[in-house]
């Protein structure tokens, strides 16, 4: 998916407009936080997360992917 976002005068800066569908994909809400990172195609644009959250999310993914040595392990 890829989406055209606008920039536009915010105060005394620059801002850019985040459609609905696209503020509904990431599930935000006004005042959220929002992390760019840069990739080797470009910018990626992803809700900010918490450390917790960030921790928590990359447990679950090795458990995902190390699900069978994690078993042998707990025998």
């Known amino acids: 998916m890829s989406t055209e976002l ?3 005068e915010v105060e005394s800066g620059l801002g ?5 569908s ?3 994909k ?7 936080s929002l992390t760019l990172t840069e ?4 910018f990626a644009l ?5 450390e917790f959250s960030r921790q928590m999310r990359l ?5 995902r992917e190390d ?9």
């Open 6 to 8: 606008k920039v536009v």
């Open 16 to 20: 850019i407009v985040l459609p609905d």
């Open 22 to 24: 696209l503020l509904e």
């Open 26 to 32: 990431l599930g935000l809400v006004l005042g959220d």
């Open 39 to 42: 990739t080797a195609r470009g």
């Open 46 to 50: 992803s809700a900010a997360e918490d």
């Open 59 to 63: 447990a679950e993914e090795i458990m």
């Open 67 to 75: 699900r069978d040595v994690l078993h042998l392990l707990a025998q």
